[in-house]
C-alpha cells in the first residue's frame, strides 16, 4: 500500500474486510488464527491488473482506533469503497460504511461476499450507506463497477449480478454466470495490511486456493449454494507457477483454502507430486471418505504436515440427516491412517444442529474426547449456526427451527442463536460450556488456571481461539 501526498498515488478504489465481533483482548488470545482476505486480494489483483490503484486493509482481527482509517479515506478521496464481509462481520462493516460514507459522501459504497450475496433485498432496505450489492463472484463485477464510476464506461443496469436501490425500489440485474476459466484470474494480492499494530500476522499470507465451489450437499454449509453445486478447478501449471512465486519470496508453507480440495482424487495427488517437487510444506482440509492408508503416506511424504476433518457428529444418524454421506467408521479410520503418517490432524465438530438432543451431544463430546485421547488429534468444537444461504436457513420453519436474532453480530460457532425441536439455544450454550472444559482437561496447568478465572463467554471464545490456533500450526 503506498499513500503520499501526490494525485498519482492516491488510491481510487479502497477493498476493506471489516472487523470480526469475536476479537479477543491482546493476551496469549493474540494468536486466534486470523482470515487471510483472498476475496479482496483476487479483486484487487485484477483491478491493478487494468490500472487502477487500489488499498487493501484487513480489519478481521480488529480496529482500536477508527481515526487512522477516516484519515487514510479522507486523504485518498477514493471514488469506491468496498467491504467484503461473510454474516459474522457484516454489522461492522455497516458501521464502518456508515462512517466513512459521513467522511467521504461522493464515494459509492460497495459490499460483497457470502452474506450479501443471499440477502441482499435486506441489506439494501436497511442499510441506506450501502449503495451497491454485489451478488456471487466479484472479480469482474468490480472492474465493470470500476470501469463505470471511475472511467465512464458503461451503464450500470447492464452490470450482471448487482443489486441497487432505484426510486425506493430494490433493482437486481441478472446473475452473472459463474468464472468458467479461474486461470485467467491474476494471483491474488497478498500484501495486505492492518491498521492495529499489534494485531498477528500468523497464517495472513500463506493459503492458496486451487478450485472453487463443493460438491457436497451439507445442510450446514452455503458453498454449495454460493457456487451452485459446481466445482470447478484452476490448472495444475497456474497453480504451480503460484505456488513457485510463493517460494521465491522466502515462504516454505502454504495452507489450502479450498472448500475440498480432495474432491478430484487424482488431480490431489498431481498436486501432491508438484509440491514435493518444489518443496513446500503444506495443510489443507479434506473428507475422511476419500482417505487410504497409501494416500496418508503419500500426502505426508508430498509435505503435508496437517489435515483436517469435518467430522461434525459422534451421531450417526445425526450425520446421514445433515448430508455428510460419512460414517464414523470411516472418521476413526481417516484419522489413525493420518496420524500414523506423521500428520496433525484436526477435527472440526458441531453441536446443536436441528435433531441434537442432549444424548447426541454428549455422544460428539464422547467421540471427541475418544479421538483426541487415542489418536492426540485436536478439535474445533462450535455451535451450529443456520447462515443465510444453508439449508437450515432456507428450511427453518419446516424443520422446527426458530431463529432467535437478527443481529448479525451474534451469528458465531460461539454462540448458539437457534432453538431446534429438541434443545433451546441455551442449553446448547451449557452443553458446549461442559463441552469446551472437557476438551480442555488436557491442557497444561498455566491454561487450566486461566480458564477457572473466565466467565462462561470468554471461556466459549478462548477455548474456540486456542483450537482453531492449534489447528492452523505448522
Not at 479522507?74 to 469503497?81: F, L
Not at 460497495?110 to 472479480?139: Q, Y
Not at 465451489?213 to 445442510?219: A, E, L, N, R, S
Amino acid at each position: 500500500m503506498v499513500v503520499t501526498s501526490s494525485d498519482k498515488y492516491r488510491s481510487e478504489i479502497f477493498l476493506i474486510a471489516p472487523p470480526s465481533p469475536l476479537v479477543y483482548p491482546r493476551t496469549f488470545l493474540q494468536y486466534l488464527a486470523g482470515q487471510t482476505p483472498l476475496g479482496i486480494g483476487y479483486i484487487a489483483a485484477l483491478l491493478q491488473k487494468e490500472g487502477f490503484r487500489v488499498c487493501c486493509l484487513n480489519l478481521y482481527m480488529g480496529l482500536k482506533d477508527t481515526d487512522p482509517l477516516i484519515e487514510l479515506i479522507v486523504h485518498n478521496q477514493p471514488a469506491i469503497i468496498g467491504f467484503s464481509t461473510m454474516t459474522e462481520n457484516f454489522q461492522n462493516g455497516v458501521l464502518l460504511a456508515q462512517l466513512v460514507k459521513d467522511h467521504c459522501p461522493n464515494a459509492i459504497i460497495v459490499f460483497g461476499g457470502p452474506h450479501i450475496t443471499f440477502l441482499d433485498d435486506e441489506a439494501l432496505l436497511k442499510n441506506s450507506c450501502i449503495d451497491i450489492a454485489v451478488r456471487g463472484e466479484g472479480e469482474f463485477t468490480m472492474l465493470e463497477l470500476a470501469n463505470l464510476f471511475i472511467r465512464g464506461i458503461g451503464v450500470l443496469w447492464e452490470i450482471k449480478g448487482i443489486s441497487y436501490r432505484e426510486d425506493g425500489k430494490i433493482v437486481r440485474t441478472p446473475a452473472r454466470p459463474l468464472l468458467k476459466d479461474l486461470d485467467i484470474l491474476p494471483f491474488p494480492v497478498r500484501e495486505i495490511p492492518s491498521l492495529d499494530k499489534t494485531a498477528s500476522l500468523h497464517n495472513v499470507r500463506n493459503s492458496v486456493i486451487t478450485s472453487r465451489g463443493c460438491p457436497g450437499h451439507c445442510k450446514f454449509c452455503a458453498a454449495s449454494a454460493l457456487a451452485g453445486g459446481r466445482y470447478r478447478k484452476r490448472s495444475i501449471n497456474n497453480i504451480a507457477e503460484e505456488i513457485e512465486s510463493l517460494k521465491s519470496r522466502g515462504l516454505d508453507f502454504i495452507n489450502f483454502g479450498d472448500d475440498t480440495i480432495s474432491a478430484d482424487l487424482s488431480r490431489l495427488l498431481v498436486i501432491c507430486h508438484l509440491l514435493k517437487e518444489i518443496g513446500m510444506r503444506w495443510s489443507c482440509e479434506s473428507r475422511v471418505d476419500i482417505m487410504t492408508r497409501e494416500l496418508a503416506i503419500i500426502l505426508a511424504n508430498s509435505g503435508c504436515t496437517g489435515i483436517q476433518f469435518g467430522v461434525e457428529s459422534g451421531s450417526q444418524k445425526l450425520l446421514d440427516e445433515m448430508g455428510k454421506d460419512i460414517t464414523i467408521a470411516q472418521v476413526e479410520q481417516a484419522v489413525d491412517w493420518c496420524s500414523q503418517a506423521g500428520m496433525r490432524v484436526v477435527c472440526s465438530m458441531m453441536i446443536g444442529v436441528p435433531g441434537d438432543t442432549e444424548d447426541t451431544i454428549r455422544q460428539t463430546i464422547s467421540f471427541a474426547e475418544r479421538l483426541q485421547r487415542k489418536y492426540r488429534v485436536g478439535v474445533i468444537m462450535g455451535c451450529t449456526v443456520p447462515y443465510p444461504g444453508t439449508y437450515y436457513y432456507r428450511m427453518a420453519e419446516k424443520l422446527g427451527i426458530h431463529i432467535a436474532t437478527d443481529n448479525y453480530n451474534l451469528y458465531s460457532t460461539v454462540n448458539p442463536i437457534m432453538d431446534t425441536p429438541y434443545l433451546t439455544r441455551w442449553q446448547v450454550r451449557n452443553l458446549y460450556y461442559d463441552a469446551i472444559l472437557q476438551l480442555f482437561k488436557s491442557l497444561s496447568r498455566q491454561y487450566r488456571d486461566l480458564f477457572a478465572r473466565m466467565s462462561q463467554d470468554s471461556l466459549a471464545q478462548a477455548g474456540y481461539s486456542l483450537q482453531t490456533n492449534w489447528s492452523s500450526r505448522r
